[in-house]
T-cell receptor, first 112, second 113 residues
């Protein structure tokens, strides 16, 4: 499968814990995006990378959130001190330049 | 956050019927995309539109990029049960380095066999 891969698919954690998600983009894609989707809504943009550079961050990305793409390939999204409101589907997408974005199947985060 | 206005919110149709849904915005976009999402999965790209006035087909699906750059529509002809799902429009401004997509709220399609 050469699509966007996200791990884990599901994560259940207690409030206050830290969590980290991983995204492996389509191999030839130089741009990688993170979105958050809550029930009944469309995805909302969080941040994106071109190669290893983080070029844009949404105001939704509070200081408890950090994303990295150290070698310009896979990316990680970490949430520190999780809160109930962080429960959502976290989606990763990739593209080549400004071409169409292709999404992974997401990581569903549930905060107890 | 900013979202596109997508309508209708939901549709319940008979198998074989044609379907039309649209997306509008107060802002201009340089790219419009249509995605389909099934429960527990990520959005799957259906059609991408890059030029105002462009009309593009993908099998039974046809989408158009509005001439004003502020709207787009998606048509599905001769619907089948596997068309069930949530359809999202997304716009991309494409100016400078911004890469983010802005999504509509989705149209939930149900097809009765």
């Amino acid at each position: 499968d050469t699509g966007v891969s996200q791990n884990p698919r599901h994560k259940i954690t207690k409030r206050g814990q830290n969590v980290t998600f991983r995204c492996d983009p389509i191999s030839e894609h130089n741009r990688l995006y993170w979105y958050r989707q809550t029930l009944g809504q469309g995805p909302e943009f969080l941040t994106y990378f071109q190669n290893e550079a983080q070029l844009e961050k949404s105001r939704l990305l509070s200081d408890r959130f950090s994303a990295e793409r150290p070698k310009g390939s896979f990316s990680t999204l970490e949430i520190q001190r999780t809160e109930q409101g962080d429960s959502a589907m976290y989606l990763c997408a990739s593209s080549f330049g400004q071409g169409a974005q292709h999404f992974g199947d997401g990581t569903r985060l549930s905060i107890l | 956050g900013q979202q596109l206005n997508q309508s209708p919110q939901s549709m319940f149709i008979q198998e074989g019927e044609d379907v039309s849904m649209n997306c509008t915005s107060s802002s201009i976009f340089n790219t419009w995309l249509w995605y389909k999402q099934d429960p527990g999965e990520g959005p799957v790209l259906l059609i991408a539109l890059y030029k105002a006035g462009e009309l593009t087909s993908n099998g039974r699906l046809t989408a158009q990029f509005g001439i004003t750059r502020k709207d787009s529509f998606l048509n599905i002809s001769a619907s089948i049960p596997s068309d069930v799902g949530i359809y999202f429009c997304a716009g991309q401004k494409g100016s400078g380095n911004t890469g983010k997509l802005i999504f509509g709220q989705g149209t939930t399609l149900q097809v009765k066999p």
